[in-house]
């Protein structure tokens, strides 16, 4: 069993920055493919940023070249940095851990308003 813990959420103007963490508790971490996922109020789950084992990353088209996803095998702790925000980047942000079996955190809240 892996437990996640996200951190990092908060309110922000937009064209703000925030960076979100994720810690987890598991002394094989390197082998897990980490992503972070939002849920806006009404809408599915979709995923944001995805990093794998290999350091190779993904973003959805809607974060490209405003979010950064980024690990640290070391601190078993996966980051995302986001800059320049959007009211449309306002949900619920899940961190996400899968090898041979899926684990999420339980969620931290970005809403971004002035």
């Known amino acids: 069993q892996v437990q996640l813990v996200e951190s990092g959420g908060g309110l922000v103007q937009p064209g703000g920055s925030l960076r979100l963490s994720c810690a987890a508790s598991?002394?094989?971490?390197?082998?897990?493919?980490m992503g972070w996922y939002r849920q806006a109020p009404g809408k599915q789950r979709e995923l944001v940023a995805f990093?794998?084992?290999?350091?190779?990353?993904n973003y959805a088209d809607s974060v490209k070249g405003r979010f950064t996803i980024s690990r640290d095998n070391a601190k078993n702790t996966v980051y995302l940095q986001m800059n320049s925000l959007k009211p449309e980047d306002t949900a619920v942000y899940y961190c996400?851990?899968?090898?041979?079996?899926?684990?999420w955190g339980q969620g931290t809240q970005v809403t971004v308003s002035s």
């Open positions: 598991t002394t094989i971490f390197s082998t897990y493919h």
């Open positions: 996400n851990a899968y090898s041979s079996q899926n684990y």
């Open positions: 990093i794998n084992s290999g350091f190779s990353t």
